[in-house]
Every structure is written in C-alpha cells, then in structure tokens.
C-alpha cells in the first residue's frame, strides 16, 4: 500500500487541456497521475493522457486555465478490503456546464459527472463506446471491484479520441484515460475522486434561444412585439445576472445548472440583438429574434401570444 492520502492530479478541465474548449492562446496540456509530489501540467509534445509530467505544486502552471486548487483533500472512503486505509484523492471532471434535463449525451455528461452510475447504465449508451466505458469506468470508481475495474479499461481501450469539437468527449476521454493509468500503476489503491476547483470542460457563451425549453437553439426564432414569451438561453453558462433584448435588460430565471430563461419584454418590431451579462460584464456570443405583429393588437395587462 502506498502512503495514504497521496494527492495525484489528473486530466481535469478540458478548458485546460485542449485547444478548442480553452481561450485563445492556450495550448493543449495533459494532467496526470504519477509517483513524485507534485502537481501535472505541460504543453502537449504528443504525450498521451497517461504521461507523467511533475512540477512544483506551489506554483501554478501559466498553461493552464483555472486549474483550481491541488491541496490537500479530506480523505476519501475506506477500500472495502482494507477498513483502515485512506485513498488516492484524483480530480474527477469539471462542470460542463450541462443542465439535467438535456438530451444525450449531454445528459450522460451531467450523470457522470456526478457519478450517478446506476442511472447512468440504466439509460441506453451501448450505442456510443465512449459513454459505454463511461459508464463501466464510472462503476468501477464506485465499486472498487477487480472485475469491473477489466471491463472499465478494456473497453476505454477500443474507444478513440473524440474530436477536437467535441469539448464534452473530450473530457470524459482524457480523464477516463489517466484515471484508468492511475489505478494500472497503483491498483491495490482505492481512487476517490474529488470535484476541480475551477474550469470547465466547454467554453462559456450564448449560442442562441430556445422556445422548445431544450438546450439547443431555434433556427430562426420568432416571438410577439406584445412580449411574454419565456425562452431559455442556449449555450453553456455557470452565472447570468440579465439579458438585452434590443438593448433592454430583463431579468433571468435559474431552473438549474446551466439552465437560465428570460421572458421577452415588449417591443418594436424587426430583428432584435439578444445578449447575455454576468457578474463580470458580457458573456462571449450573441442571438437575434424577430419581433412580429402590430402593438395595437397588444392588451394594456398581458401579451398578445
């Protein structure tokens, strides 16, 4: 048994490890397990995810966006063949965002994330192997069993790297992967896995809005200069203060992660900018509605929808 509570630092943030979920001017990096002290992060020279790089833990990697912290962790649960033994803490997969109620995969992202694996197997993954070792990998973290712990890696193995469009698979896939190393080079210990402190898997941003109350945004949206109409904001967003319409600000509801709804004020009609505010000024991205109909039409109390 290694010494207990060992800290080991893994493949956490997509924002932080690949070029399309990071900002501009941030290169591809790969956390990972090892056997030194330290804390992971280096530029990618084609090491996989499994790769060991070690650095001061003191000092924060300037490669790596919100990398949160990597000090010490409270101690994780007991393995089941070893009551008095700590675990090895290791980073487990950063906010999404992702709301509950979005369709697959996203919605797969959201119950792994929280490591919901009994109904993450009960919904149908078998189609996407990705998610199929997600889902086995995600029983075994729980479990602990030798048995499951086979399944897990050897399906991982036959999956390929998502693309680099696909910010979601992409951190299921880098993290699965070190976690999986981190139990093949140390597998008598118990892997109890915390959340990042910071970062996300998918840039933050407004893509557009949806009337349908399901993150994906309407084509060509339309609402009634009478106001009313409650849509959601399509996109990915940890925090929205408010929203423009046309250059007026209205207030937003919170239904959950990820999931923020605004309803249109009144207005003339024509094509009008939607923009998304929050505690830090503008959100990245932007949306147009078509305001319809006459405000004649439009009663003094309520709408005309």
């Given at each position: 048994m290694?010494a207990?509570?060992?800290i080991?630092v893994?493949a956490?943030?997509?924002?932080a490890?690949?070029p399309a979920c990071?900002?501009?001017g941030?290169?591809?990096?790969r956390?990972?397990a ?7 992060a280096?530029?990618?020279n ?5 790769d060991?790089v ?6 924060a ?8 912290t990597?000090?010490?962790?409270p ?5 089941p063949?070893d009551?008095?033994?700590?675990g090895?803490?290791v980073?487990w997969l950063?906010?999404?965002p992702v709301?509950?109620?979005d369709p697959?995969p996203?919605?797969?992202?959201s119950l792994?994330q ?6 993450l197997?009960?919904?149908d ?12 990998l ?12 086979t399944r897990?890696?050897?399906q991982?193995?036959?999956v390929?790297?998502p693309?680099?469009?696909d ?7 880098t ?6 190393e981190?139990h093949r080079r140390n597998?008598?210990?118990?892997l109890d896995?915390?959340?990042?402190g910071?970062?996300t898997?998918c840039?933050l941003?407004?893509d557009?809005?949806s009337?349908s109350g399901i993150?994906?945004p ?5 609402t009634?200069?009478c106001g009313g109409?409650?849509?959601l904001?399509?996109g990915r967003f940890?925090v929205?203060?408010r ?8 207030d937003?509801r919170?239904?959950?992660?990820n999931?923020f709804?605004?309803i249109?004020p009144?207005?003339?009609s024509?094509v009008?900018e939607i923009t998304?505010w929050?505690p830090d000024?503008?959100?990245?991205g932007?949306a ?9 039409t439009?009663s003094?109390t309520g709408?005309?929808?």
């Amino acid at each position: 048994m290694r010494a207990a509570g060992r800290i080991i630092v893994l493949a956490a943030a997509c924002a932080a490890l690949l070029p399309a979920c990071a900002g501009p001017g941030q290169s591809d990096a790969r956390i990972d397990a090892g056997s030194g002290s330290g804390v992971t992060a280096a530029p990618d020279n084609g090491d996989t995810a499994a790769d060991l790089v070690t650095a001061d833990p003191g000092r924060a990697d300037p490669g790596i966006a919100d990398p949160g912290t990597a000090g010490p962790r409270p101690p994780g649960p007991a393995a089941p063949d070893d009551p008095g033994a700590e675990g090895t803490t290791v980073l487990w997969l950063p906010i999404g965002p992702v709301s509950p109620s979005d369709p697959p995969p996203n919605f797969w992202y959201s119950l792994l994330q929280n490591r919901d694996c009994e109904l993450l197997a009960a919904n149908d993954t078998s189609a996407d192997p990705l998610w199929s070792a997600a889902s086995a990998l995600c029983t075994a973290v729980v479990t602990d069993n030798a048995q499951d712990w086979t399944r897990g890696t050897t399906q991982l193995t036959a999956v390929p790297a998502p693309a680099a469009t696909d910010c979601l698979g992409r951190a299921v896939y880098t993290t699965l992967t070190a976690i999986a190393e981190a139990h093949r080079r140390n597998p008598a210990e118990r892997l109890d896995p915390v959340a990042p402190g910071a970062g996300t898997a998918c840039p933050l941003g407004l893509d557009g809005v949806s009337s349908s109350g399901i993150n994906s945004p309407d084509p060509d949206p339309h609402t009634s200069v009478c106001g009313g109409a409650e849509l959601l904001l399509a996109g990915r967003f940890l925090v929205v203060d408010r929203v423009e319409v046309g250059g007026r600000s209205v207030d937003v509801r919170r239904a959950g992660e990820n999931s923020f709804f605004f309803i249109t004020p009144a207005s003339s009609s024509g094509v009008q900018e939607i923009t998304a505010w929050g505690p830090d000024g503008r959100l990245p991205g932007t949306a147009t509605i078509t305001v319809d109909g006459d405000p004649a039409t439009c009663s003094a109390t309520g709408s005309g929808q």
